[in-house]
C-alpha cells in the first residue's frame, strides 16, 4: 500500500473513533501523515518536540475529557521513548491511539538504523495492536490503548539487477585504519572509482574521486555499491536499496538476522573489479558554500578545532554537514578523534555521551556540535556539564530557530518547528559561560550560532535540481 492510501485511510479510522486531537512528534517516516493531519480542518494538531511527552498529554487530555486523542511518532528511539507514560497509563485503559510510523516488512532487521521492533518494545504497555490502517472499522475488537503500527514502503520500488561482474561504482568508507587488514588497505588505496568517505573514517583514498550522497541522489543511476565498515551514515544507499546491488564488508562481522546489503569476504572483496562511472557527474554547486548558511558554519568550525581533539557530531543535520564536508575537499585533520551516535539515528543522549567521552580524558578538548532542537531535547544534562565538565568541554549549537532538517521532508510550513529564543539565559542559570561569536569559543562552554536557514534550504535545493536551478536562477535575474 502507498503512502497516500495509508495515511487516508488512518484519518477516516481517526474519525470513525470520534479522536479529533492528535499529538506528534515530527520526523522522516511520519512527515507524510502529519502533513495531510495539518492539513485537515477537522484535527487539532500539536507539535510537541519529546516523544516522552506525548502519552502523558493524552492521559491527561482523557483524565478531563474522556475523549479520545492520538499520538504519532517515527520510528526507532522515538518509540521507545513513550514506555514511561504508557506504563503510566496501561492500567486506566485510557482512549490513546498510538501511531508509529515505521519501515515496511523487507527494510526491517537488515541493521538499517530505526528499524527496530516497534510490537515488541511497546508489547507490554498497550492492550491492542495492528497494522491494519483501517482500524477504526474494526475497533471493537481492541482495547486502549491502542498501538497502530503503519509500514511505509520506500519510495523507490524498481529493482534493477545487476550482475555480479559488474565493476563496482561507488565505495562508502566508515572504519578506521587500524581496523582493516593489510590487504584491503592495498585494495582501497588502488580504487579510482567514486567513494564518499564518511567522517568516522581515517582511511585515505589517494587514488578516488569524491562524490556527496547529495550530489548521487540528484541522478539516483543504478550503482554497484561497496560498504566497507559500519552501517553508513549516508542516506543515498538507503533510498536508493531497490536500485543497486550492494556489497558489504566488515572485520569480525557477526551477523544479525538479515542485513541491507550482501555480506562478502576479504578474499571476495580484493578481486572486486571497480571504474570511474563517467555518467555520474559532481556538482559544483555543492562545493560553493552560502555564506551564514547551516553548512558554511559548520566548515568554519573544522577550521578552528585544534590537532587531537575529540569532536561528537549529532544526528540529524550536523552529520550531513560534515559528511558532506569530508567529500568536497574540506580541511579534516587526521589527528582529530570524531565521534557519533548512528545506531537508532535519534537525538536523545546526545550531551550525555559527549560528557562521557569528556570525562574519560578531561585534559583534552571535546566539542559537540549540535542543533538546536537536539539541545533542547537534551537540555537537562546542562547540569551535568555544569557539576562534572571542566573548560575544555564545549558545545557548539547551529541555531535555525526550528528543526530545519524537516524541511527535506515535507514544506516548510507544516514541518517546522519555529521558535525564536536563544540559550544565552538558561547558560547563565547553569554557571557556563556563553556567546555566539565563534572567533571566542576557546574562552566559553557554550557557543551558540546563529544559523540563515533560507540560505541552507536554498544550498541543498541547488545541489538536488542541479542545472534546472541554475537556470531557474537564471532566468530570475533576467
Not at 486531537?21 to 493531519?37: C, H, W
Not at 533510498?239 to 556489497?247: D, E, G, P, V
Not at 539565559?425 to 554557571?431: D, K, Y
Request: a positive charge; hydrophobic letters at 30%.
Amino acid at each position: 500500500m502507498i503512502s497516500k492510501d495509508i495515511n487516508q485511510d488512518c484519518i477516516n479510522s481517526l474519525k470513525d473513533l470520534g479522536c479529533s486531537t492528535v499529538f506528534y512528534s515530527p520526523g522522516g517516516q511520519n512527515a507524510s501523515l502529519i502533513e495531510v493531519i495539518k492539513k485537515n480542518n477537522y484535527f487539532k494538531a500539536y507539535n510537541i518536540l519529546d516523544e516522552r511527552s506525548l502519552p502523558f498529554l493524552c492521559l491527561g487530555f482523557y483524565k478531563k475529557t474522556n475523549l479520545p486523542s492520538a499520538l504519532i511518532t517515527t520510528s526507532g528511539s522515538a518509540v521507545l521513548n513513550l514506555i514511561p507514560g504508557l506504563a503510566e497509563a496501561k492500567n486506566l485503559y485510557p482512549k490513546i491511539i498510538l501511531i508509529t510510523c515505521d519501515r515496511c516488512h523487507s527494510e526491517v532487521r537488515k541493521q538499517c538504523p530505526q528499524t527496530i521492533n516497534h510490537q515488541e518494545s511497546l508489547k507490554l504497555f498497550s492492550h491492542s495492536y495492528t497494522e491494519n490502517p483501517n482500524f477504526g472499522t474494526t475497533t471493537n475488537s481492541y482495547s486502549y490503548p491502542l498501538h497502530v503500527n503503519l509500514r511505509y514502503k520506500n519510495t523507490s520500488n524498481d529493482t534493477i539487477h545487476s550482475s555480479s561482474n559488474d565493476p563496482l561504482d561507488l565505495l562508502i568508507l566508515n572504519e578506521k585504519q587500524h581496523n582493516t587488514d593489510s590487504e584491503v588497505l592495498n585494495w582501497i588505496k588502488s580504487y579510482n572509482g567514486y567513494v564518499i568517505n564518511e567522517i568516522y573514517s581515517d582511511i585515505q583514498t589517494p587514488s578516488a574521486q569524491n562524490i556527496t550522497d547529495l550530489e548521487l541522489m540528484s541522478q539516483m543511476q543504478p550503482l554497484n555499491i561497496l560498504s566497507i565498515g559500519d552501517i553508513p551514515t549516508s542516506s543515498y544507499w538507503r533510498r536508493a536499496q531497490s536500485k543497486n546491488k550492494i556489497y558489504r564488508y566488515q572485520k569480525n562481522f557477526k551477523k544479525l538476522g538479515h542485513v541491507y546489503a550482501k555480506q562478502i569476504k576479504k578474499e571476495e572483496l580484493i578481486n572486486l573489479k571497480f571504474k570511474l562511472n563517467k555518467s555520474l557527474k559532481p556538482n559544483n554547486n555543492s562545493r560553493i558554500f552560502p555564506r551564514n548558511s547551516e553548512i558554511a558554519i559548520c566548515s568554519d568550525i573544522l577550521k578552528l578545532i585544534p590537532n587531537h581533539s575529540n569532536l561528537i557530531v549529532a544526528n540529524s543535520s550536523p552529520i550531513r554537514w560534515f559528511n558532506h564536508l569530508k567529500n568536497t575537499g574540506s580541511l579534516f585533520k587526521d589527528n582529530i578523534n570524531i565521534y557519533c551516535n548512528r545506531n537508532i539515528n535519534g537525538i536523545d543522549g546526545l550531551i550525555s555521551t559527549a560528557i562521557g567521552i569528556h570525562l574519560s580524558d578531561s585534559q583534552k578538548l571535546t566539542y559537540l556540535i549540535i542543533g538546536d532542537q537536539s539541545f533542547l531535547y537534551n537540555i537537562n544534562c546542562l547540569e551535568i556539564v555544569a557539576n562534572y565538565a571542566n573548560h575544555n568541554f564545549k558545545i557548539i549549537i547551529l541555531q535555525n530557530f526550528g528543526g530545519g532538517i524537516f524541511t527535506n521532508f515535507t514544506s516548510k510550513e507544516i514541518s517546522n518547528r519555529k521558535h525564536n529564543f536563544t540559550f544565552q539565559q538558561v547558560s547563565q542559570n547553569f554557571q557556563l559561560n556563553y556567546t555566539q561569536n565563534l572567533v571566542d569559543f576557546e574562552n566559553n562552554q557554550i557557543i551558540e550560532l546563529i544559523c540563515n536557514n533560507e540560505q541552507t534550504y536554498s544550498f541543498v535545493q541547488k545541489i538536488k535540481q542541479g542545472e534546472k536551478y541554475d537556470n531557474l536562477e537564471k532566468h530570475k535575474r533576467i
